[in-house]
């Protein structure tokens, strides 16, 4: 006998479907809710209508399980839109014809028909949700969208995430791949990747760009970026930070990470954050709140510090990739000879210029290759290398490690040069007497002239201009119909109308007379040197001077370099070689030696001076440079000083003219020195100095007759 079917109701009292067991609230009672809640808010639409909007969102139990959810979490989420049931909810009541709700629209960005999530500002889009919930990376410490956790559960910006780390296909290197390998193309790292080049759709230059199969690449430069005034600096610039006290700029956001000092409230060297910029006097755990928060130590050296990568400050990275570079051999040993090189790049004083040189500057590439054996350890493999500019620099880097012996790169540079030169000539005979001429004239004289260099450099310029002249006169006379042996002065006087560089041949022409290759004795007429440069009016002297001797702001290299320029009159290209031991300090005076006899320096000049000899010059020196150096002002390429041309240019930002500040200083020298005592403490020929005594107006006569009276007074 079959019994009576049991009828099942929830507390509410709705039928419920066999085999169902409801203690709480069933799928009718939800709906019934929601209707309510709904219509309550809702005058503008009948009951059926919002009815109507409900079954059409909420189809399905599990959707109006959602939309129940959502609203008695937040009664204020139909005024917001979020989370996206909601959302599809209030769109739905106004294609209905409702009048009460609005488009739900982000709270930030203010765009609508996006999925808005909940939060305490109101509804936002994933986007602006991501950036509002922003926070200090647990590695790199700048404040970015939260991209993952670390081990430890502390938040990591999509830059510092793990992710899987395989050999890259450009470099071959183990590192983390930033696009994976596909269509025949390798993995490539993220220092090995580039963005591809395209047209940008705003400059229209062929550039790396962003989106760029896309109709409208843009390139790095163009990319518009928000810019707000720093709450520390002033300055209006893209905000890299928002603390409580505004927007921040990222120089001073990294000005604040690295700001150390003894914290007034534990007494020990921290860094310090409060309150906010170089006023701060507490650090992280004393202040009540900052955003940075307590800042990690660096995971090898332990300093509060800007991370780098993965819990290490820029130099513990520095240390880290230079050793892994120079272990790149078989025996994953570093090469005793290296040893001093690897030294000199991670005493950098920028680490962080000398970690972008190790991961793209193309020095470092060859580098790798001298510490893994693909390379010789010789002058001779990196004059061969296919990159001569990055062999160049880091030869430069090994001979100041003492690792390869000193040679004259200037005469090195130029036999290279000349030898290609000369393999262009497509006339044998031409090509013997350009060969002849170069060895045993011009680089003949070259040698010796290095032999006896009291200077780093041995200049080239005017010889490398008698070679090229060289060839380009054979040349025309071949044009002209014409050999060495038939040439006849008037020819030359031909030769001569054909450009302003045509007497440049003079030093070929001579030599080959007096080595019977012409029928004639040829000539051209030796070019008289004419002055044309103006002087420097004195009252702008003065002023340059005294902005020199007291400007603080101004670089100490510059300031220094100027004052030797515009007080002793001497060469850009001296000063730029001057060493450190030509610089003394005795009984409370600094002097300057240019030859034998010592120079006062003005006061001001003398903190100026101490500062480069203890510090050097700081800034744009090479890495690899050595910490100690004997130039006064050192150059970009390790140990070599500062190119004179580079050092001229520096003055000129100044509104210092080298040359027209030199004649300058030397008329006013000469006006009141004689001119043996002028040579002798300038360092200058004799013939030099009587020269610009003749051109102030004065003489020996004058000088003596001043003496017999500054006696009789």
Request: aromatic fraction near 4%; hydrophobic fraction near 35%; glycine fraction near 6%.
């Amino acid at each position: 006998m079959t019994g009576a079917a049991v009828r099942r109701v929830c507390p509410a009292g709705h039928d419920l479907p066999a085999g169902t067991t409801v203690t709480g609230v069933c799928a009718l009672c939800r709906r019934v809710q929601v209707l309510d809640q709904v219509a309550a808010v809702e005058p503008s639409l009948s009951r059926a209508q919002v009815s109507v909007a409900l079954d059409t969102v909420a189809p399905s139990d599990a959707r109006l399980r959602s939309l129940w959810s959502a609203l008695a979490a937040d009664p204020n989420a139909l005024a917001t839109g979020a989370p996206p049931m909601v959302g599809l909810l209030v769109r739905e009541l106004i294609a209905c014809g409702s009048t009460t709700f609005t488009v739900p629209a982000c709270a930030l960005c203010t765009r609508t028909g996006l999925p808005l999530t909940r939060s305490d500002i109101g509804g936002l889009c994933q986007s602006c949700r991501h950036r509002y919930l922003a926070t200090a990376c647990a590695r790199c410490q700048i404040v970015k969208p939260v991209a993952g956790r670390d081990r430890d559960g502390r938040p990591v910006c999509a830059r510092c995430a793990d992710r899987p780390e395989r050999e890259c296909g450009i470099c071959g290197r183990t590192r983390r791949i930033a696009t994976r390998a596909r269509e025949g193309r390798p993995d490539i790292c993220v220092n090995c990747f580039r963005l591809p080049e395209a047209t940008c759709s705003r400059c229209r230059r062929m550039r790396p760009c962003s989106f760029a199969g896309t109709p409208e690449p843009i390139c790095l430069t163009c990319v518009t970026r928000t810019t707000a005034r720093c709450a520390h600096c002033g300055n209006d610039r893209p905000p890299t930070a928002n603390w409580p006290e505004g927007p921040v700029c990222d120089p001073c956001y990294t000005a604040a990470l690295r700001r150390r000092g003894v914290c007034t409230g534990c007494q020990q060297t921290r860094r310090l954050l409060h309150p906010p910029g170089p006023a701060a006097t507490l650090c992280a755990d004393c202040a009540d709140h900052h955003p940075i928060g307590p800042a990690p130590a660096c995971s090898d050296c332990g300093i509060e510090d800007k991370m780098y990568e993965r819990g290490r400050c820029a130099s513990c990275a520095l240390h880290r990739r230079t050793d892994e570079l120079l272990r790149s051999g078989p025996t994953g040993n570093i090469l005793p000879a290296l040893v001093p090189v690897g030294a000199a790049i991670t005493a950098s004083r920028a680490p962080r210029s000398a970690l972008s040189w190790l991961s793209r500057g193309a020095g470092a590439t060859v580098l790798a290759d001298l510490a893994a054996g693909r390379l010789p350890l010789t002058h001779q493999a990196l004059d061969a290398h296919p990159h001569p500019r990055a062999a160049d620099y880091l030869r430069h880097v090994l001979v100041a490690a003492s690792v390869l012996p000193e040679r004259d790169e200037d005469l090195a540079r130029i036999h290279r040069w000349a030898t290609s030169l000369i393999t262009t000539i497509d006339n044998p005979t031409d090509r013997h007497l350009v060969h002849a001429f170069t060895t045993w004239a011009v680089l003949r004289r070259l040698r010796r002239r290095s032999e006896h260099r009291t200077g780093p450099h041995t200049p080239t310029g005017a010889a490398r201009k008698q070679i090229r002249s060289a060839v380009t006169f054979l040349a025309w006379l071949q044009q002209q119909g014409l050999t060495l042996a038939s040439t006849s002065q008037g020819d030359i006087e031909n030769w001569l109308s054909t450009g302003p560089g045509a007497p440049n041949a003079r030093t070929f022409l001579t030599w080959a007379t007096q080595h019977t290759h012409t029928s004639s004795v040829l000539n051209i007429p030796l070019r008289s040197r004419t002055t044309t440069t103006p002087a420097t009016d004195p009252e702008e002297r003065w002023t340059h001077l005294a902005r020199l001797l007291h400007d603080t702001t101004l670089e100490p290299a510059d300031r220094l370099a100027g004052s030797l320029l515009l007080l002793y009159g001497q060469q850009i290209s001296r000063i730029a070689i001057m060493t450190a031991d030509q610089i003394t300090h005795h009984d409370s005076t600094t002097y300057v030696r240019f030859a034998h006899d010592e120079l006062p320096l003005p006061d001001p000049l003398t903190a100026v001076t101490q500062h480069l000899l203890q510090h050097g010059r700081t800034h744009h020196l090479g890495v690899g440079s050595p910490p100690r150096t004997p130039w006064l002002f050192p150059g970009h390429l390790p140990g070599r000083p500062i190119n004179a041309s580079y050092l001229a240019d520096r003055l000129r930002r100044l509104g210092i003219h080298a040359q027209a500040g030199r004649r300058s200083a030397l008329a006013h020298l000469a006006a009141h020195l004689p001119a043996a005592v002028l040579a002798d403490l300038l360092h200058i020929a004799p013939t030099t100095a009587v020269r610009w005594k003749h051109q102030t107006g004065t003489n020996w006569n004058q000088y003596a007759a001043e003496l017999i009276t500054d006696h009789d007074q």
